[in-house]
């Protein structure tokens, strides 16, 4: 079956998104067995093998040992029971539950025993639930994080207040312990969450991106012929109007009707009908100039739209095309070649005034009326230019960032949250305008927390002043060219709304930035890990993925640069809060409360923003996918889906022994009535046949659009007389339809149906099982419907 193997190329890749609901929420225990392993490999190496027990303590590594082994035999207990969920094909929710807390608690404790305010607790507290957000469920991720939060933030209470010991488990260099290995354990244990977060969120984002683009390739593409479908090719329509209206340029649109398709698909059949639409769109797509653009609008009907092309000139296009259509007749199978010819309407904008697709359409299917009526095989030219009524015509906003912004409007968390959900669609240089607004957000709470802390003495923590003044000029510096950024992006976006060099720029500048935040604050603390983090993940959903790549990799050198320029004592390690000996690993009262005031606003921003952007992205995918498997006109599904569909419904039948019954069903006299009453009038007729249709079937039963006036009707479990009697309620429901003309002329409306069952597929020696067998059977009967009159229903069964 050709459309079967077309049918296979189109088929979605399977992605982490369509794993079960169990299997996804297995995956976090895999990284956790993964992150124990990889600690407990370096810790074992230190200590035995480069001298680690400067850093490491042999005693504490002893007594947690079978505690670690509690957890890894844990995590292992939990996946053997999400396999047993999975074979009885159980999806509670309380297992993601299970399994999202079970992971972020293993892994507090676990900080707790190296130091709950280091490079890897900021990293686990940043990544581990952005990456929830894009495997589990929006609630579990939610619940988990707070849980985990508050075990960290009252292990480092309790540590601060010499309740219990901080980082039992690791000696900073301020207790002796060796500046070098301490700098190498520190990056070894964020390493891992640092690569496993990043490369997942490129993996599901990855694939996040490129099933919404085959999706929506898919609800754009006519799956006959491969060209634009009608929805594309009125979305093309309208962009080159307004871009003829801006230019002041010519546009015209040609309406192609092929002459006596019907009498093709009733002599040869529907098979021999297809492939005359094929070849017909690869002769009019060669014909037709680079830039041009061709679509299928209806069953036998093609629209082309040729840009820049004044009327005599499209003129002379069509006429080549009208030409090649007469001399190429199209050879099907073993049959006589096919002799094919086709009627043109051309109208046209001048492009001096505006024109809208209603209008420019109405006058494009007039001329070809008139085509049709002077004997077919012809062009016919609109009698005028196009122009909309004044009463038509519509300015619309310019859509821009500025357009989102209204200070009466800011309180308001509904404004807010379409503000949010909206950033999807602002153009390349939009986006890095607002990451250079967080950044400039950023470093005005970093001046206000600089003055701040400035006079504040606590503890081991005490603030190097001077460092201080400097940072703040440095801050106030960077808040000038965030504001610059976002000012000089603004006429950017007008002219290079893509421009890649704007994007590196304020990307480059926000990652580095928040590198040298981290490294006055300390680079081996919880705000490095957090903001490291931050960049990538987030630019994943709003960038193309090398530019973040980029970025962050530059980060990752600049972290380790100053950790070892640090180590080595090329730089001072901490120098705004260094004061009389570098602060390595420290725990104060003050410092913890530094530590959470900085970075609890960069996780709450950077949440809020996830949350909404990806919600929005979820309902956008949904909706593209419902795009994708329905027909633009009549709202029911669409040739690709109601086929796939029958290749789903049959499988069923044959591994359940079921009977299976298929119905196609042509409108009667349908060329008739688009050539009296014009294709609008025929646009309506298959939308209220379309309703008309669904009422009548029942729950389980599948329809679809399977050409220009053609349905395909899916019954599954249903036997040949079941199958009969619901097609004539099909009928008489169709006959029963009053539907009037613009003239007030009554469009009287029937059907002929063709039906193919099976009674046991699996049992049936002449059945083998191809979705083709079925239609082919359903078409030779819809032939006979025709043959005896029409507006009947006709059957065959499919057996021994």
């Known amino acids: 079956m050709r459309q079967g193997i077309t049918l296979t190329k189109l088929r979605q890749p399977l992605t982490i998104m369509d794993w079960s609901f169990v299997a996804r929420g297995s995956l976090p225990l895999i990284i956790l067995i993964v ?76 900080g707790s025993l190296v130091g709950s305010l280091n490079l890897a607790s900021g990293a686990v507290l940043m990544g581990a639930p952005l990456i929830g957000f894009l495997i589990l469920e929006r609630r579990v991720v939610f619940f988990a994080f707070i849980v985990a939060f508050t075990a960290l933030l009252l292990l480092n209470v309790a540590s601060a207040l010499n309740l219990i010991p901080y980082a039992p488990f690791i000696r900073s260099p301020n207790e002796g312990g060796d500046t070098l290995l301490w700098t190498h354990s520190q990056l070894l244990m964020a390493a891992p969450h640092i690569v496993i977060n990043v490369a997942l969120a490129a993996l599901v984002l990855g ?32 962009r080159e109007l307004s871009r003829a209206h801006r230019q002041k340029r010519p546009l015209c649109v040609v309406l192609l009707d092929l ?27 060669n014909e037709i100039r680079a830039g041009d653009y061709i679509g299928r609008f209806g069953g036998e009907e093609f629209l082309l739209l040729l840009p820049q092309a004044a009327p005599e000139e499209a003129r002379e296009i069509i006429e080549r095309i009208r030409l090649k259509l007469n001399h190429e007749p199209i050879a099907v199978g073993a049959t006589t070649p096919i002799h094919v010819s086709a009627s043109f309407g051309i109208s046209w904008a001048c492009g001096s ?35 909309s009524p004044k009463e038509n015509q519509k300015t619309y906003p310019r859509v821009s960032v500025e357009n989102h912004f209204n200070l009466g409007k800011v309180t308001n968390a509904r404004w807010w949250r379409e503000f949010l959900i909206g950033i999807l669609d602002w153009t390349p240089v939009n986006k890095a305008r607002l990451i250079a607004g967080i950044l400039l957000l950023i470093s005005v709470n970093f001046i206000a927390t600089l003055e701040f802390i400035s006079s504040i003495h606590s503890g081991k923590i005490r603030v190097d002043i001077q460092t201080a003044r400097l940072l703040t000029d440095l801050s106030i510096g960077l808040s000038l060219l965030c504001f610059f950024s976002i000012w000089a992006g603004r006429y950017i976006n007008i002219r290079w709304p893509g421009s890649r060099w704007y994007q590196i720029f304020v990307l480059q500048m926000f990652g580095q930035s928040l590198v040298f935040y981290g490294y006055m604050l300390g680079i081996m603390y919880m705000h490095t890990g957090i903001m490291l983090l931050c960049s990538p993940i987030v630019g994943f959903i709003l960038f193309e993925r090398r530019i973040v790549l980029q970025v962050f990799f530059t980060s990752v050198i600049g972290v380790l640069a100053c950790s070892y320029a640090s180590a080595y004592g090329l730089l001072p390690y901490a120098p705004l809060i260094s004061v009389g000996a570098p602060a390595w690993q420290i725990n104060t009262p003050f410092w913890t409360l530094l530590t959470y005031f900085i970075c609890t606003y960069i996780l709450i921003v950077t949440f809020i923003l996830i949350d909404h952007v990806l919600g929005r992205w979820r309902e956008r995918e949904a909706e593209i996918r419902v795009i994708s498997i329905t027909d633009a006109l009549t709202n029911v599904r669409n040739r690709h889906s109601i086929l796939h569909q029958l290749d ?17 069903l042509d409108l009667d006299k349908f060329k008739y009535i688009n050539d009296t009453w014009g294709h609008p009038t025929g646009d309506e007729v298959l939308r209220v046949t379309a309703k008309a249709l669904t ?48 003239n007030k002329a009554a469009v009287s409306i029937s059907a002929s149906f063709g039906i193919a069952s099976m009674e046991n597929a699996s049992a049936s020696a002449s059945f083998n099982g191809d979705p083709e067998q079925l239609i082919k059977a359903a078409d030779e009967a819809l032939y006979t419907a025709k043959e005896n009159g029409r507006n009947r229903v006709e059957a065959v069964l499919v057996h021994d």
């Open 35 to 110: 992150l124990w392993l990889s600690h407990g490999t370096w810790a074992f190496l230190s200590l035995f093998y480069f001298n680690g027990k400067k850093v490491f303590s042999l005693e504490q590594l002893w007594v947690q040992a079978p505690v670690i082994l509690f957890i890894i035999l844990g995590a292992f207990s939990i996946l053997a029971l999400g396999l047993l969920l999975k074979r009885r094909n159980l999806e509670p929710v309380w297992f993601q539950h299970l399994t999202a807390n079970y992971y972020g608690l293993s892994l507090v404790w676990g």
């Open 207 to 238: 694939q996040w991106r490129l099933r919404e683009a085959n999706v929506r390739t898919l609800g754009l593409t006519d799956q006959l012929t491969l060209l634009p479908n009608r929805r594309a090719i009125l979305m093309q329509l309208r």
């Open 259 to 285: 002459d006596h398709f019907k009498s093709i698909n009733d002599k040869w059949g529907h098979p021999s009908g297809d492939e005359v639409l094929r070849r017909t769109s690869e002769i009019i797509r």
């Open 353 to 387: 005034k505006p024109c809208d697709i209603t209008t420019i359409l109405a006058a494009a299917d007039l001329a070809l009326y008139r085509a049709k009526e002077r004997g077919r095989n012809r062009l016919e030219l609109a009698e005028k230019s196009c122009s």
């Open 648 to 664: 789903v419904l049959l499988e069923t039948a044959i591994r359940h022994e079921q009977p299976l019954s298929i119905a196609v």
């Open 695 to 742: 009422k009548c079937l029942r729950d389980g039963d599948e329809m679809g659009r399977f050409g220009g006036e053609e349905f395909l009707i899916l019954l599954p479990n249903t036997d040949l007389v079941g199958a009969t009697a619901l097609a004539e309620r099909c009928r008489r429901s169709l006959e029963a339809i009053e539907l009037f003309a613009p």
